[in-house]
Every structure is written in structure tokens, then in C-alpha cells.
């Protein structure tokens, strides 16, 4: 369970400069992560407080919406910046409730790309299946032309597409809400789609994005609001309970207990709304 199979991109992995998938690993207080990384988690830890809980409420919400997709019925998914390996990941989660399910992990991040080489163990079983990507998700038909979509999507079938704490570190430039309905467009009705996307909405965080956005930052951050985040599910039907905060979105599903994590999950039940600053939401496709 848990292994990965990846096609494997070279890439330059550049130590010198932080990079958003690792500076989230630091601020959930993991390891796979540089100095540089470390340093902009704690800047944002300085005028941000419980950022280490609020990056938990972040990946619970995602592995939530996992849980809620895999019992959905849902047995393929593309996971668009899936990010490094934290257990568990989101594919060990759906291939715990369906056994048979596909997933296809995208990151454009090189090191994220040879943690997930660490973890291959092909050959694949007849049934499940996990496969990597080395992509850009701005660039639509470079992930859903490629061999790894190709072979091992239906995407005539229900998909599960994620884009979970991704499309802020995409800016407006790099037309992300285009890219999401290149996404929409191209897979089955049924298909479901979630967003987690920090926002200002709730509390003035212009200082974690300079933070972020500072000459040793990671960024680009781009934080939304609801209407923008809204717009991303254009054409779909929101399911209950909508867009709501990330600690707050279907907080009564229980997560099946697979992986090992080696960081030490921290409490978020005490976090205000101010705190998680998040929005995730859900939606099908008609
Ligand atoms: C904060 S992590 C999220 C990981 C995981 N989805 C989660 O919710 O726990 C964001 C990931 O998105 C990746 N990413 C950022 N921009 C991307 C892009 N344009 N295409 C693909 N991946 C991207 C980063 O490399 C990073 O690994």
C-alpha cells in the first residue's frame, strides 16, 4: 500500500531557494525540507501564530475530501501538486477504501518527483495503481496527453480531480482559473473536484505573504476570497456544505488509519477560523 510508480523527469533541485511543497513540509514540522524552507516556515510561524496547526488543519481537510471521494464510489484520481510524500498520502487513503483504485500524482517540483522514485515498487498490481508526474498543472494538455493520464485514467469514467492546497502558489498571470476548467472539460460527468485555498477573508495576512513572497520567500502566494475561490467550480454543483474553512469542511468523517507517519500530527481543534484562513469545497460535475 502506499507505493508509488513514477516515470521519472530529470530535474535540477536547487537548495538555494525555498520552494512552496517544501516550506509546507517544514511548517507540519517534517524533514524533507532545506534551510532556505525552514527559514521562510518560520518567519511566517513570527506573524502567522499556530502555523504548524494550521498547515495539519490544511492536510486533514485534505485527507478528508480523500475519504469523502474514495467512499463516493470515486476509483481514479488525479492529484494536481500532490506534493512530497507525507503519510498518509492521499493515495494510500483511497487505495485503502478501494483497493482498485488508480492515481496519478502531479508535481512540477523535481525533489517531490524523486521522493516519490524513493517509494516505487513495480511492478504495479493488477489493481491498484499509483503513478507520478512531473508536470506543470498550468499547462492542461501536458498532464492529460501524457502517457502516465493516458494509461492509467479512463476518462470517460469519474474522476477524482484534487487541487488541494496548489492553486495559491498560482498568480492570476498564470490563468489558473483556465487551467481548472481545461481540467473540468476534459473528464466524465460524475466527476469530482476539490479546491483547499488559503484566503484573507477571515484575517489580514498580507505579512505571511510577503513573507512568502520575499527575496528568500517561496513564492509566489496568491491568497483569494470566497467569490474568486467560488469561481473556480463554474459548472459544477457544490455538495453539502459548500465552501467552508478547511478545519471546518465535513469535519465528521473519519479517516481510515493507514501509513505511519514519522511527523507528529498536532491538535487543531482549538484553531479559530482567523487561524486556518482556509476555504475547501467539493463539487460534481453534472
Ligand atoms: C502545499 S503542497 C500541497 C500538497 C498536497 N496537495 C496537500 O494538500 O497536502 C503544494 C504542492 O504544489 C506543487 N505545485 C505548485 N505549483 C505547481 C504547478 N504549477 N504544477 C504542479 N504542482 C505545483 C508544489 O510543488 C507543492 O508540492
Redesign the pocket.
Same mark, same amino acid.
Given at each position: 500500500m502506499g507505493a508509488k510508480y513514477k516515470t521519472f523527469t530529470p530535474g535540477h533541485i536547487d537548495a538555494s531557494q525555498p520552494?512552496?511543497?517544501?516550506?509546507?513540509n517544514a511548517l507540519l514540522g517534517g524533514k524533507d525540507h532545506y534551510e532556505v524552507d525552514a527559514a521562510v516556515a518560520a518567519a511566517i510561524g513570527k506573524v502567522h501564530p499556530n502555523s504548524r496547526a494550521t498547515?495539519w488543519a $490544511?492536510?486533514h !481537510?485534505?485527507e478528508r475530501i480523500a475519504t469523502f471521494m474514495a467512499r463516493e464510489g470515486i476509483t481514479q484520481f488525479l492529484?494536481?501538486?500532490?506534493?512530497?510524500s507525507?503519510e498518509p498520502d492521499?493515495d494510500q487513503i483511497v487505495r485503502s477504501i478501494a483497493p482498485d483504485a488508480r492515481v496519478v500524482s502531479?508535481?512540477?517540483?523535481p525533489?517531490?518527483a524523486r521522493r516519490s522514485e524513493a517509494f516505487m515498487s513495480p511492478p504495479q498490481s493488477a489493481e491498484g495503481r499509483s503513478v507520478f508526474l512531473q $508536470?506543470?498543472? !498550468?499547462d492542461p494538455s501536458s498532464v492529460l496527453d501524457s502517457p502516465e493520464v493516458r494509461n492509467t485514467l479512463d476518462l470517460t469514467q469519474p474522476v477524482g480531480l484534487?487541487?488541494?492546497?496548489?492553486l495559491?502558489?498560482?498568480d492570476d498571470a498564470?490563468r489558473p482559473h483556465d487551467a481548472v476548467a481545461a481540467y473540468v472539460e476534459a473528464v466524465a460527468p460524475g466527476s469530482l473536484m476539490s479546491v483547499?485555498h488559503p484566503t484573507a477573508d477571515f484575517k489580514d495576512l498580507s505579512e505571511v505573504v510577503v513573507a512568502y513572497n520575499s527575496e528568500d520567500g517561496s513564492g509566489p502566494l496568491r491568497l483569494r476570497g470566497r467569490a474568486e475561490i467560488l469561481r473556480f467550480f463554474t459548472g459544477l454543483d457544490l455538495i453539502e456544505p459548500g465552501l467552508d474553512t478547511s478545519r471546518g469542511w465535513r469535519s465528521d468523517i473519519a479517516v481510515p488509519q493507514v501509513g505511519v507517519s514519522n511527523i507528529a500530527v498536532v491538535d487543531t481543534s482549538t484553531l479559530t477560523d482567523e487561524e486556518d484562513s482556509k476555504y475547501a469545497a467539493v463539487a460534481r460535475k453534472p
Amino acid at each position: 500500500m502506499g507505493a508509488k510508480y513514477k516515470t521519472f523527469t530529470p530535474g535540477h533541485i536547487d537548495a538555494s531557494q525555498p520552494h512552496p511543497g517544501r516550506v509546507y513540509n517544514a511548517l507540519l514540522g517534517g524533514k524533507d525540507h532545506y534551510e532556505v524552507d525552514a527559514a521562510v516556515a518560520a518567519a511566517i510561524g513570527k506573524v502567522h501564530p499556530n502555523s504548524r496547526a494550521t498547515a495539519w488543519a $490544511a492536510r486533514h !481537510c485534505m485527507e478528508r475530501i480523500a475519504t469523502f471521494m474514495a467512499r463516493e464510489g470515486i476509483t481514479q484520481f488525479l492529484d494536481l501538486g500532490c506534493g512530497s510524500s507525507i503519510e498518509p498520502d492521499l493515495d494510500q487513503i483511497v487505495r485503502s477504501i478501494a483497493p482498485d483504485a488508480r492515481v496519478v500524482s502531479v508535481d512540477s517540483d523535481p525533489i517531490v518527483a524523486r521522493r516519490s522514485e524513493a517509494f516505487m515498487s513495480p511492478p504495479q498490481s493488477a489493481e491498484g495503481r499509483s503513478v507520478f508526474l512531473q $508536470a506543470d498543472l !498550468c499547462d492542461p494538455s501536458s498532464v492529460l496527453d501524457s502517457p502516465e493520464v493516458r494509461n492509467t485514467l479512463d476518462l470517460t469514467q469519474p474522476v477524482g480531480l484534487c487541487f488541494n492546497n496548489v492553486l495559491c502558489f498560482i498568480d492570476d498571470a498564470r490563468r489558473p482559473h483556465d487551467a481548472v476548467a481545461a481540467y473540468v472539460e476534459a473528464v466524465a460527468p460524475g466527476s469530482l473536484m476539490s479546491v483547499i485555498h488559503p484566503t484573507a477573508d477571515f484575517k489580514d495576512l498580507s505579512e505571511v505573504v510577503v513573507a512568502y513572497n520575499s527575496e528568500d520567500g517561496s513564492g509566489p502566494l496568491r491568497l483569494r476570497g470566497r467569490a474568486e475561490i467560488l469561481r473556480f467550480f463554474t459548472g459544477l454543483d457544490l455538495i453539502e456544505p459548500g465552501l467552508d474553512t478547511s478545519r471546518g469542511w465535513r469535519s465528521d468523517i473519519a479517516v481510515p488509519q493507514v501509513g505511519v507517519s514519522n511527523i507528529a500530527v498536532v491538535d487543531t481543534s482549538t484553531l479559530t477560523d482567523e487561524e486556518d484562513s482556509k476555504y475547501a469545497a467539493v463539487a460534481r460535475k453534472p
